[in-house]
């Protein structure tokens, strides 16, 4: 099975700081049809997971364009611009290449 | 705007079963490939399960830790999916998301707790 490892496990960042997390899979994500399904969500606290960003780098129309996704491989970052207070919370990356399907563990960002 | 709501969940004793039920609306629930996770006190998700469309002869896969054990299945006339699980243990206690994990869609999840 795919094993998914995320750092650093936790950021504290000021408002306007950049943040980057990592996330590494055991195991390519380029799948058969040559799309990588890596994928991050952002868990805010008491909230249930909410979509950031699919297939590495295409952000969804609701997110800010101070995320952006890159990576490929075995390797990928998410990155915030400038962090702003509404984006605390856990950031999840998963994998939808290989079955299981499998998050990692996640990274808590909180706002200094 | 797409919705899901999850109910059933429970405290429930070892070894007994219970079925959870995703209500959805707001997108062709037919064609969709729907998805169960579910996410520990540790606060670590897991894939549970996922069915896919008529088309795809409602195939399905399981998470190993589930397999055997849980069922997911679908209602296309009532737009919902559902988790049938059984012989439950104590390690399946978790908050328990029904997703439409590919189009980034999650409900609000519902506890399932798993206690003598």
């Known amino acids: 099975d795919v094993v998914m490892t995320q750092t650093p496990v936790s950021l504290s960042l000021a408002i306007g700081q950049p943040a980057s997390i990592s996330c590494k899979s055991s195991q390519s994500l380029l799948g058969t049809s040559g799309k990588t399904f890596l994928n991050w969500i952002l868990q805010r606290p008491g909230q249930s997971p909410k979509r950031l960003i699919y297939q590495v780098s295409k952000l969804y129309s609701e997110v800010p364009d101070r995320f952006s996704g890159s990576g490929s491989e075995t390797e990928f970052t998410l990155k915030i611009s400038r962090v702003e207070a509404e984006d605390l919370g856990v950031y999840y990356c998963?994998?939808?290449?290989?079955?299981?399907?499998?998050f990692g563990s996640g990274t808590k960002l909180e706002i200094k | 705007e797409v919705q899901l709501v999850e109910t059933g969940g429970s405290l429930v004793q070892p070894g007994k079963s219970l079925k959870l039920t995703c209500a959805t609306s707001?997108?062709?629930?037919?064609?969709?490939?729907m998805h169960w996770v579910r996410q520990s006190p540790e606060k670590q998700l897991e894939w549970v399960a996922q069915?896919?469309?008529?088309?795809?002869?409602?195939?399905?896969y399981y998470a190993e830790s589930v397999k055997g054990r849980f069922t997911i299945s679908r209602d296309d006339s009532k737009s919902s999916v559902y988790l049938q699980m059984n012989s439950l243990k104590e390690e399946d206690t978790a908050i328990y998301y029904c997703?439409?994990?590919?189009?980034?869609?999650w409900g609000q999840g519902v506890m399932v707790t798993v206690s003598s």
């Open positions: 707001g997108f062709t629930f037919s064609n969709a490939w």
């Open positions: 997703t439409l994990l590919y189009g980034g869609y």
């Open positions: 069915i896919k469309a008529k088309s795809n002869n409602y195939a399905t």
């Open positions: 998963w994998q939808g290449t290989h079955f299981p399907h499998a």
